[in-house]
Nanobody, 114 residues
Framework: QVQLVESGGGLVQAGGSLRLSCAAS????????MHWYRQAPGKQRELVATISSGGSTRYEDSVKGRFTISRDNAKNTVSLQMNSLKPEDTAVYYCKAVWSREYWGQGTQVTVSS
């Protein structure tokens, strides 16, 4: 059974930091590219950051320089370090694993107060 479980969300003031984690089980983790998406109320889900199976990273323009995606293949986890948070970062954050199939986590709420 495949599971992706996000954690680390919460309420933080603008300018603060949070670290999200996504623990994967039931998949050959090191073969999958891993992605963080977010969805704010009334908006479409958007891709925030990607890390390939080889460790290459890409970021959505609004988070470049503030967010860092990383993976630990030994622990089957992907993380998103979020610094200098802004109110517009408020959203539910989801991780996704992609290889031969794609799998989603259930999401974790991030709320940034001004």
């Amino acid at each position: 059974q495949v599971q992706l479980v996000e954690s680390g969300g919460g309420l933080v003031q603008a300018g603060g930091s949070l670290r999200l984690s996504c623990a994967a089980s039931g998949i050959r983790f090191n073969a999958f590219s891993m992605h963080w998406y977010r969805q704010a109320p009334g908006k479409q889900r958007e891709l925030v950051a990607t890390i390939s199976s080889g460790g290459s990273t890409r970021y959505e323009d609004s988070v470049k320089g503030r967010f860092t995606i990383s993976r630990d293949n030994a622990k089957n986890t992907v993380s998103l370090q979020m610094n200098s948070l802004k109110p517009e970062d408020t959203a539910v954050y989801y991780c996704k694993a992609v290889w031969s199939r794609e799998y989603w986590g259930q999401g974790t709420q991030v709320t940034v107060s001004s």
